[in-house]
């Protein structure tokens, strides 16, 4: 399946595994780019983590992995690292996920790539920077999760240290990989120039929960300690209605008057008039929020809340999201033939008027790819 979105005519050599760097060129597929994703004879880990219709096609592994093609090479061999120079001087990215030390052993560190193609755009996708002391340590989501303090803030929120419900250290590297190599490539586009990209998740993570978190310890002498008051209170959880639960943010001025000349609780007053003042006593807000929306159904709450424009929304499943109307009304979701079934994918969420990306295809099976990939080298 090939299709003109805005990465058409872009050749990715994607030497990544499990979810951080799949996710990036998934998202690169998906917009038009030839992704050859290059797999060890026993595959990527990822195939096998998950339920799927068949062997070595679970389900993490056939979503992030859509619309590549699989080229199997032995790296420890002569052949399989000829092979994958080959297709070195071919693309216009190279992206991996292994340590610094394992790349460079293999003889594809930036370095070498440059050697044989000096315009292509090289990205890193770690787990730590190279430049400091845990540069060689292994990681995965939820030890980053940990590192970058999510468990603490959670702590903060139920009383016990967690991690969040998705794999979030992943995929929020994973994005920053595609807008650092879409960046590198909007660079080459202009001079003709290559580089080298490094993303690394512990970086990656640490400048995502530092957006608000940071606050008062923000400035020089810090103004007080890290944290953002209303993300962290205790009482910032979905409230609990006559029938089921039900979220809501009664946040600005023109939404809270609404809310209190509509529903007009006993205890609103001048104390709660502003934002600045329910700010400083958040939890106490978020308190007797809880003990109001207890009187009504969600139903009639969010028929409310909706009529007054204030932002609510009752608390559904997973599943309820694969059948959710407005993703429906929207073509959200594609129905993809493969060899192995028809496969229905979330789409990209991003919206081009001119090159719309779409669901580049299924997922390959290990090396379905390799024969025609070598063939069109003419060396192997």
């Known amino acids: 399946m090939t299709h003109r979105g805005p990465l058409s005519g872009i050749r990715v050599l994607d030497l990544t595994t499990m979810v951080m760097g799949p996710y990036c060129t998934q998202m690169m597929a998906d917009m038009g780019a ?64 292994m340590r610094a030390k394992a790349i460079a052993r293999l003889g594809f560190a930036y370095a070498d790539v440059a050697a044989l193609n000096p315009s292509a755009v090289y990205t890193n996708c770690y787990g730590y920077g190279r430049r400091g ?126 809310f209190v000349g509509a529903v007009r609780p006993a205890w609103a007053g001048e104390h709660f008039a502003t934002l600045a003042r329910r700010a400083a006593r958040i939890d106490e807000v978020y308190a007797l929020l809880a003990e109001t929306f207890r009187e009504r159904t969600t139903e009639a709450w969010l028929d409310l809340l909706r009529s007054l424009d204030i932002p609510a929304a009752p608390v559904r499943t997973l599943d309820d999201l694969l059948d959710d109307p407005h993703l429906a009304e929207t073509g959200f979701f594609e129905t993809v033939r493969s060899p192995y079934g028809d496969v229905r994918f979330p789409g990209p969420p991003a919206w081009f008027s001119r090159t719309p990306g779409r669901v580049a295809g299924p997922a390959p099976r290990l090396g379905a790819d390799t024969r025609d990939v070598l063939d069109a080298l003419g060396r192997f």
């Open 34 to 97: 030839d992704v050859i994703k290059v797999e060890p004879p026993a595959g990527d880990d990822t195939r096998y983590v998950s339920a799927g219709p068949e062997h070595g096609m679970g389900g993490v592994f056939a979503n992030v992995n859509r619309g590549k093609r699989s080229v199997v090479l032995d790296l420890r061999t002569p052949d399989g690292k000829a092979a994958l120079r080959a297709l070195t001087e071919r693309c216009d990215v190279f992206v991996h996920s």
């Open 133 to 258: 002391p845990y540069a060689d340590l292994a990681a995965y989501d939820d030890t980053i999760q940990a590192e970058c303090g999510i468990p603490s803030v959670q702590e903060r929120l139920t009383g016990e240290a967690g991690y969040v419900g998705t794999i979030m250290a992943d995929k929020v590297a994973g994005l920053t990989a595609l807008y650092a190599t879409t960046a590198a490539l909007f660079h080459r586009e202009r001079t003709g120039e290559g580089q080298e990209v490094e993303i690394a998740m512990f970086e990656t993570m640490a400048a995502f929960m530092l957006v608000e978190h940071a606050g008062a310890a923000l400035f020089q002498p810090p103004l007080g300690p890290a944290g953002y008051p209303r993300a962290v209170a205790p009482n910032r959880r979905p409230y609990r209605t006559k029938d089921g639960y039900l979220s809501a943010l009664v946040y600005n001025d023109k939404q809270w008057a609404a």
